[in-house]
């Protein structure tokens, strides 16, 4: 597959193999990790209303979403919200939003815990968590748009800081939904 043409809107951001890589990437020792992402960039899109992809603040309404079934019923999502010109280039680049993978990633990234090697930075190298989908189904995605969303946060007790951001918890309507792709069926050798 060829890389989709980018965007204006992303072409200052930093690339990798002719893909845009997001906002919310994870670099370690000045290496870009596509399908990894920094935690506390994800919280700051959602707190703050950045765009995932690009970074910049989010202004259309209804706000956009890229996500699954299960963010719908469940009304939350742990992605920040995108631009609709981000969104689209992230639906032809990102073969898993694109529906092009049966299937999470079959092996876990390199997941050394090493820490970064930039003076300041706070993506504390890779995190293996339990909660990883390796080799899991894939869901088809969805775009959503909703109303609004608020702020989830671990502790309610707690003031809202970036550090204590869990996702979007969508507030209002979802407006719409429509369908992205479906994953890929694996193909099986006769």
Known sequence: MTSPPVPHRLAGRP??????????????????????????RVAECIAYRLCQVCGEKLTDRP?????????????????????????AYSILACPMVAGRMA?????????TGAPCELPGCDCGGFVVSNESPVGAPAEPWLRIWVDGYAIGVRD?????????????????????????????????AA
């Open 63 to 87: 706000i956009l979403f890229l996500g699954t079934q299960s963010m719908v019923d469940e009304g939350f999502s742990a992605e920040p919200a995108v631009h609709p010109e981000c969104g």
């Open 103 to 111: 299937t999470y990633a079959k092996h876990p990234h390199d997941a």
């Open 156 to 188: 309610a007790s707690e003031p809202i800081t970036v550090g204590n951001v869990t996702g979007a918890v969508f507030i209002g309507r979802i407006v719409k939904t429509r369908p992205i792709g479906a994953p890929q069926l694996a193909q099986v």
């Open 15 to 40: 690339t990798l193999g002719g893909l845009v890589v997001p906002f919310v990437s994870l670099e370690q020792g000045g290496r870009h990790h596509l399908g990894q992402t920094r935690g506390l």
